[in-house]
């Protein structure tokens, strides 16, 4: 698991220069990619079993209840009555529709495999002017999930390097630790507020280094900016740290 993560921090070094478009065109292609690889190796197999077992089923269901149509059918016609119910006609209608609809879908399978390759094209057409939609949606109209989550994932990739950056820090550096009387944890959020979305849980005895900027917030809450041991920089209050 380890050497997985060292890899993805090395890969995500060698992107992070790269614009921020180009990244998120990156992420979008390799994620869209991946779902159109199963969608055209495991859905279609699942799905035209599925189709079968249904028609198998549909032939179990349906074979006892035409019998005994045909059984009240005859009862009728023995008593001088020669026209159909408009319900048998349902019935039988119902019946043959269904069968009707997956002897299509299982026809669809079977043309499949003659044009797998112009599937397997215009799929990956389809997938590519999907991506560059989407990333142009989302730098055009960067929404506040888009945003946290993107902070997250690079604050997350890049943590051992921030971690190699703290531990150089100056020894004169103030270090903090939270109250004795938050032994169940403490909050690190993204802004000096109560509002702000929260980047980390700080749990006890966790050392957090003091980036030397202090915020008050409307409340008068003061606001300290720290960094965690592995890296994840944001703002803890200060009525439940103590300088260590």
Known sequence: MESILNQLFWIWSLISVLPEWLRIFLALFVVLQLARLILLYMVPPILNLLCRLLKKMLYL??????ALLCTMQRSRREAGKAGISVWIDIIEGMFALFESFFNKIIQLFMKRKRNKTRIKRWTFYS???LVILLTAAIMNNPNEWYT????KAEVWLNQEHVHIQASEASPDQKEFILNKKYEEG???REAPTLTAARLYTITNGEIMHFLNEEQVDSKGIKWLKVQTANGIEGWISALIVREK
């Not at 269901?61 to 035409?66: E, L």
């Open 148 to 151: 946290e989550k993107w902070k």
């Open 61 to 66: 269901i349906s074979y006892p209840i035409m």
């Open 186 to 188: 403490g909050n690190i």
């Open 127 to 129: 997938a590519t002017a």
